[in-house]
């Protein structure tokens, strides 16, 4: 029996040595491995990861729902470097296809719900064009709010929005390009993500 064991271990090994064999033949290719995007967001949007088309489209002709004691602190730098451990989290996914990327997070303590959304890599945007970002519900009736004008920092763009309203419940971040003059209603989704 112990005879048996020992050889189909050696087998194995033999055999898995083989395979890892290849592997690091295969591995060492210089050819660059291509990323097939559009794969990869349409399994998002098939797994609810990301918005689907039919969310994106309601979302286009939502009124946005008001907020009580809503601002933009200017100083987004402090939001920036504050400790946000415990907070609910974002990774922020580039639905255009790109190579744009964000993480925000979020909060309500003592009476103030916080959003601070760092992004980067993105596109200056054109003259009269701005980037917005939206707290969207996604359970049940689409229901969104305008956080606020991306600014421009060192290493790309941020928002940061508190209010005493507790927004806890609109648990997914939309990035949008917008013509700036026209701030009613979301445009083109440019980053997306769920809190955690």
């Given at each position: 029996?112990?005879?048996?064991?020992?050889?189909?271990?050696?087998?194995?090994?033999l055999?898995?040595?083989?395979?890892?064999g290849?592997?690091?033949?295969?591995?060492?290719?210089?050819?660059?491995?291509?990323?097939?995007?559009?794969a990869?967001?349409?399994?998002?949007?098939?797994?609810g990861?990301?918005?689907?088309q039919?969310?994106v489209?309601?979302?286009?002709?939502?009124?946005?729902?008001?907020?009580?004691?809503?601002?933009?602190?200017?100083?987004?730098?402090a939001?920036l470097?504050?400790d946000?451990?415990?907070?609910?989290?974002?990774a922020?996914a580039?639905v255009?296809?790109?190579?744009?990327?964000?993480?925000?997070?979020?909060?309500f303590?003592?009476g103030?719900?916080?959003?601070?959304?760092?992004m980067g890599?993105?596109?200056?945007p054109?003259?009269a064009?701005s980037?917005?970002?939206?707290?969207?519900?996604?359970k049940?009736?689409?229901?969104?709010?305008?956080?606020?004008?991306?600014?421009?920092?060192?290493?790309?763009?941020?928002?940061?929005?508190?209010?005493?309203?507790?927004?806890?419940?609109f648990?997914?971040?939309?990035l949008t390009?917008?013509?700036?003059?026209?701030l009613s209603?979301?445009?083109?989704?440019?980053?997306?993500g769920?809190?955690?």
């Amino acid at each position: 029996m112990k005879k048996t064991l020992a050889y189909t271990l050696l087998t194995l090994v033999l055999i898995g040595g083989g395979c890892f064999g290849k592997k690091a033949e295969e591995s060492s290719s210089t050819e660059p491995v291509e990323i097939d995007r559009d794969a990869i967001l349409l399994e998002a949007r098939e797994n609810g990861i990301i918005m689907s088309q039919e969310e994106v489209a309601a979302m286009s002709s939502l009124e946005p729902i008001s907020v009580a004691g809503a601002s933009n602190p200017t100083n987004v730098t402090a939001y920036l470097k504050a400790d946000m451990k415990g907070w609910s989290s974002a990774a922020l996914a580039d639905v255009t296809g790109g190579e744009s990327y964000g993480l925000s997070h979020a909060t309500f303590e003592n009476g103030i719900y916080t959003v601070v959304a760092d992004m980067g890599n993105l596109t200056e945007p054109a003259e009269a064009y701005s980037y917005q970002g939206w707290l969207v519900n996604r359970k049940g009736s689409l229901m969104a709010v305008n956080i606020g004008t991306a600014v421009k920092t060192e290493t790309g763009y941020a928002i940061v929005f508190t209010s005493s309203q507790d927004l806890s419940e609109f648990d997914f971040f939309v990035l949008t390009l917008e013509l700036t003059a026209g701030l009613s209603t979301p445009e083109e989704h440019i980053l997306e993500g769920s809190f955690r």
